[in-house]
């Protein structure tokens, strides 16, 4: 597509369920990043992948996170037992490479609301 | 450690008016520098970007920024501003030894008619 996608744009889930959020980067493009955006603050680094493997997942609260790339391209991002503090807009962002200075490209981002 | 400051919350500017937000950097080498726009419900927008040479660099919609190297800044600026500029700007760096952006709080600009 012509830009980064990201499926669905608002997810509202009930404490304690699981959710998933897509992202589907601009064709081409090895590198992959979730960012997650609370009301007022910047984006914060989540995870980062070159190709089909996870290359820096610092970001990542705990273990209730997670997320996979698995034939490099589409990305979902899973979250399990989800908490209120969860409740945020999660961004997913892709360029060409993860060097040279190239600007990475955002999605729309999902909203993410756990009651 | 990365890191970036946007001192300013807000910045209120006249239609027509010079603008200026401000961003600071930290980081261990020479950085890279981004400036992204989020407009209402929208995701960020590149604006522009630093990486080397020329310490004045242009980008879209009339938007420029200054390079300032003993300062540590990366200053956004635009000569007249516009309604249609009033959004959430973030200021974004990232160590060349990193892969990743991080990114200031952001500064809301409003531009009034």
Redesign the interface.
């Known amino acids: 597509g012509a830009g980064v996608s990201q499926t669905p744009s608002n997810k509202v889930t009930e404490k304690g369920k699981y959710v998933e959020l897509r992202c589907d980067p601009i064709s081409g493009h090895t590198a992959l990043y979730w960012y997650r955006q609370s009301l007022g603050q910047g984006p914060e680094f989540l995870i980062y992948f070159q190709g089909t493997g996870a290359a820096d997942d610092s970001g990542l609260p705990n273990d209730r996170f997670f997320a996979v790339r698995p034939e490099g391209s589409v990305s979902t991002l899973k979250i399990q037992r989800t908490e209120r503090g969860d409740s945020a807009v999660y961004l997913c962002a892709s360029s060409l490479t993860a060097g040279q200075g190239g600007e990475a490209f955002f999605g729309q981002g999902t909203r993410l609301t756990v009651v | 450690a990365q890191s970036?400051a946007q001192p300013e919350d807000q910045v209120n500017v006249a239609e027509g008016n010079p603008l200026t937000v401000k961003c600071t950097y930290s980081v261990s080498g020479n950085p890279?520098l981004?400036w992204?726009v989020q407009y209402p419900?929208?995701?960020?927008?590149?604006l522009l970007?630093y990486?080397?040479g020329d310490n004045l660099v242009k980008g879209s919609y009339g938007f420029e920024a200054e390079f300032n190297k003993s300062q540590t800044s990366f200053h956004l600026k635009k000569p007249s501003a516009l309604v249609s500029d009033s959004a959430l700007y973030?200021c974004?760096v990232?160590d060349?030894g990193y892969?990743?952006?991080?990114?200031?709080?952001?500064t809301m600009l409003l531009v009034s008619p």
């Open positions: 970036v890279y981004f992204y419900n929208r995701g960020l927008q590149f970007k990486i080397t973030f974004a990232r060349p892969s990743t952006l991080t990114f200031g709080k952001g």
